[in-house]
């Protein structure tokens, strides 16, 4: 079992930047792929992001390509989400999930990833 808390979450206008951390617990983070998602009010989860185990790189919602990153760092247990130039439709509870199994083809789908934080909230404001 690994446990998930998210953090850095909080309140900022349009254009602003926020970074929000993943750190785990109980497990090692290098084996698991990691993601985000975020939940909006009234709105299905949808995937934001993902980052392999080596943390090279990752890969994008069009929704935040250009303005979103995704990094890890193994040593820390911890997997980080740097937000840039948000937008109000970016609100949402935004939740890192994990995997210690390759997610395949269905890497966007959160059905694939069995642990998952409490989230943290984002809200930007106009």
């Known amino acids: 079992q690994v446990q998930l ?12 930047s926020l970074r929000l951390s993943c750190t785990a617990s109980g497990r090692t983070l290098s ?27 990752g890969v994008y919602a069009d929704s935040v390509k250009g303005r979103f990153t995704t990094s890890r760092d193994n040593a820390k247990n911890t997997v980080f989400l740097q ?7 970016d609100t949402a509870v935004y ?4 995997s210690d199994e390759p ?10 990833y069995p642990y998952w934080g409490q ?7 106009s």
């Open 31 to 57: 084996p698991f792929y990691m993601v985000w998602f975020r939940q909006a009010p009234g709105k299905e989860r949808e995937f934001v992001s993902v980052i392999r185990r080596s943390g090279t790189s």
């Open 95 to 98: 939740y890192c999930a994990a």
């Open 103 to 112: 997610p395949g083809t269905q890497w966007k789908s959160e059905k694939k």
């Open 119 to 125: 989230g943290t909230q984002v809200t930007v404001s």
């Open 83 to 89: 937000m840039n130039s948000l937008k109000p439709e």
């Open 5 to 16: 808390v998210e953090s850095g979450g909080g309140m900022v206008q349009a254009g602003g």
